[in-house]
């Protein structure tokens, strides 16, 4: 029987736990150099009943039926589909910026003016990334450009990656368009909302399984991996290979949490700051899961470079020259299909969950049944 070692207990590493267990007859063991199963998407129940995700909101989202089909064995989900306000010259404006945005912060006779020239210009119902919205010839849809630019992207990126949204890969402001509907969804897939008993909940039953052990708070560089046949690996690919060309960059989050004694501290369960303070945006964690207490919990998250032995990795920087960097370590994998790279750490993706799912189906598919 085959024995199988997993690097990382986040959703990559426990789909394909879960699968190899479930559908082959081989032994698993998963190790997590942290304390807790899930990863990023760890969640707990405070002292007050509140959800908290620890590392950031998580709200599930995607269009696919496949990744739907398999959540849905291991948990349910609540309706909540999630919306996101900025404070914009003070005013709560929906984000992504749209129609709706547009006659919160204008005046109503100028907001008229540029939907209709906004209506001549795009078809109703597209998405637009904001630097492709700046090549605009018609001065008032210029000067609406640059506001949503200025007021909702220059600040926030600049917050969160440490440069100018023109100096991030295209991708990533793109996540949030300027959308011509009337649509206020941070999401439009057609499967959105929060597990209902919670993220940490839906692996715990993944990895409930005869075939897998779990051993946490255990570091790769710690144990000795020779016996495995296979390794499925989590975690940052230059950390496996010693950093021997140089370290991936990343970007980490700093949340700092605070509890007040009222029912709600904001209006919405995400709030962003583009303009002002230090922080990118505010969590309040209880409208998840529509929790009752007396007691709200929040955290501010503040960005920061990720520098190793000090803080977690979070988010990839994509670039051509990182990407290069990636695939200089990739290669010195050699081909005897031992050792396999997955998960947003592993593959050097800004994946949402949905897609690190994805992978981690598709990964087990290629390596089972080639
Ligand atoms: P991770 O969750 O990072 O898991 C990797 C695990 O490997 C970690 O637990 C780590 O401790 C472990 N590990 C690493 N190295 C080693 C080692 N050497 N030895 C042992 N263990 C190791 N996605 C959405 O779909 N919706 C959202 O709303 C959303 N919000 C997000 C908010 C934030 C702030 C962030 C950062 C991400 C968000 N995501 C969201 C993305 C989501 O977190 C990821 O898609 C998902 O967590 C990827 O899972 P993973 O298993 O690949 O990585
Ligand atoms: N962004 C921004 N202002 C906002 C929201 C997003 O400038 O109010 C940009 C920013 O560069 C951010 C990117 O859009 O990193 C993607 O936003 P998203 O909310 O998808 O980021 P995540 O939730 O993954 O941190």
């Not at 640059?146 to 917050?159: A, P, R």
């Not at 909940?201 to 570091?219: G, P």
């Not at 950390?239 to 904001?266: A, D, H």
């Not at 994998?333 to 189906?361: C, P, W």
């Amino acid at each position: 029987m085959n024995k199988n070692l997993v690097v990382g207990a986040g959703f990559s590493g426990a789909v394909i736990a879960n699968l190899i267990a479930a559908k082959t007859d081989e032994s698993v063991l998963i190790i997590d150099k942290k304390e807790h199963i899930a990863g990023n998407c760890y969640d707990y129940r405070d002292k007050n009943g509140i959800m908290i995700h620890k590392y950031g909101s998580h709200i599930f989202h995607t269009n696919s039926e496949i990744i739907w089909s398999y959540l849905k064995q291991f948990t349910d989900f609540n309706t909540y589909m999630h919306k996101v306000i900025a404070i914009v010259d003070g005013i709560e404006a929906n984000i992504p910026f749209n129609f709706n945005t547009l006659y919160e912060v204008f005046p109503v006779s100028v907001a008229a003016k540029l939907e209709e020239k906004l209506l001549e210009r795009f078809k109703y119902n597209t998405k637009v990334p904001v630097l492709e919205f700046l090549k605009q010839d018609d001065e008032d849809l210029k000067f609406l450009a640059n506001y949503i630019y200025e007021k909702v992207f220059l600040h926030y990126t600049t917050k969160q990656w440490g440069v100018k949204p023109e100096d991030v890969d295209g991708a990533v402001t793109a996540r949030v368009p300027v959308y011509l509907s009337r649509d206020n969804r941070y999401f439009q897939d057609k499967y959105q909302g929060i597990p209902l008993e919670g993220y940490t909940r839906v692996v715990e039953k993944m990895l409930d399984n005869k075939n897998i052990k779990i051993s946490l708070s255990t570091d790769y560089k710690d144990i000795d991996a020779s016996g495995f046949d296979r390794i499925f690996y989590t975690g940052s690919i230059d950390e496996f290979y010693n950093y021997k060309f140089g370290e991936l960059p990343y970007r980490s989050v700093n949340f700092k949490f605070e509890e007040y004694n009222k029912p709600y501290y904001q209006s919405n369960a995400c709030v962003n700051y583009p303009c002002n303070y230090d922080f990118t945006r505010i969590h309040e964690y209880k409208y998840y899961l529509d929790d009752k207490s007396d007691k709200t919990v929040i955290a501010k998250e503040y960005s920061e470079a990720f520098v190793n032995g000090k803080n977690e990795r979070y988010y990839p920087i994509q670039s051509d020259t990182n990407t290069a960097l990636y695939n200089k370590y990739y290669e010195l994998n050699n081909s005897d299909n031992k050792v396999h790279f997955l998960g947003r750490l592993g593959d050097y993706k800004y994946y949402n969950m949905d897609q690190a799912i994805l992978r981690s189906i598709e990964l087990f598919e290629k390596v089972y049944h080639k």
